[in-house]
């Protein structure tokens, strides 16, 4: 799993090669929430996205191309529902998707009018088709073996995230470590055996770690994450309880509610309300 920092490390990577390269990317993580894109998209898909059921069809697009991806762990190059070029690229640890990075809006090297005429068929939805011609005009074209080499460039981009990730992971403490992947994992179940294997430790040890650097045990350590994540949430008021339950791994909001109120003797609700008359 990616860290917090790798995520910003790779989004940075990605945004460089925008600057360079003057194609979209996104980075997403493995729920396909976007965590990073690039500042700007086409004349053409603003036009496009602009129109009643524009974005929609594009969303619908993108998470069509996912699934497909989660499924296959492989990378899909494909056209959108307009005819632009995408591709969705995985990023894959332990056998599992553990991020997503988009790239496209661009056409590729057939005759541009042609390319053209497909979009147009694809577009009798749309208001103003013929509209579109001129800022079509302006897509850029990448060949096959220009985005071949783009995306050995993305994947080494990744290669050096995890790179960095792993020299960093192997100069820090037994106890940062553990703090850290409980931060990355607690909106999901932590078993003790997960985390004596990412330690690399047994029970005993793990316990004694807990106790000596916290004064605390592995299972107060992550209900320690999941409230203090809960407390940042319950300050959104579109969200209701039993979805923040959920989000920091909580499955059953009554019980949620429960470990809340002895950790912060109050109830969510009651939180919440003393939050917003501060």
Not at 73 to 85: N, W
Not at 99 to 106: E, M, R, T, Y
Not at 158 to 178: C, F, N, P, T, Y
Not at 215 to 230: M, N, Q, V, W
């Amino acid at each position: 799993m990616l860290t917090a920092e790798e995520f910003d490390k790779l989004a940075t990577l990605l945004k460089h090669l925008h600057i360079c390269m003057g194609l979209k990317f996104a980075l997403m993580d493995d729920q396909a929430r976007e965590i990073f894109t690039s500042s700007n998209q086409t004349d053409f898909c603003a036009a496009v996205k602009s129109a009643a059921g524009g974005l929609e069809r594009c969303l619908g697009c993108d998470a069509a191309a996912l699934r497909e991806v989660t499924a296959t762990q492989k990378m899909k190059k494909y056209r959108c529902h307009c005819g632009l070029i995408e591709a969705a690229l995985p990023v894959v640890e332990n056998g599992q998707v553990i991020a997503f990075i988009l790239l496209g809006q661009f056409l590729d090297e057939a005759p541009r009018e042609k390319q053209w005429r497909r979009s147009l068929s694809l577009l009798d939805w749309y208001p103003d088709g013929e509209g579109l011609s001129e800022c079509y005009s302006r897509l850029r074209q990448v060949s096959s073996e220009e985005l071949s080499s783009l995306i050995e460039i993305v994947h080494a981009c990744i290669a050096e995230v995890r790179l960095q990730g792993m020299l960093s992971a192997a100069q820090m403490s037994d106890g940062r470590r553990l703090t850290e992947y409980i931060a990355q994992h607690y909106s999901r179940p932590i078993t003790l055996d997960e985390l004596c294997s990412h330690l690399h430790m047994g029970r005993s040890k793990l316990f004694e770690l807990c106790r000596r650097e916290f004064e605390k045990t592995p299972g107060e350590l992550i209900l320690e994450a999941r409230i203090s994540a809960a407390r940042e949430l319950l300050q959104n008021p579109k969200l209701t309880t039993a979805e923040i339950a959920q989000a920091v791994g909580y499955p059953d909001a009554s019980y949620f509610c429960q470990r809340f109120r002895r950790v912060c003797g109050q109830t969510p609700s009651e939180y919440r309300r003393k939050c917003r008359e501060a």
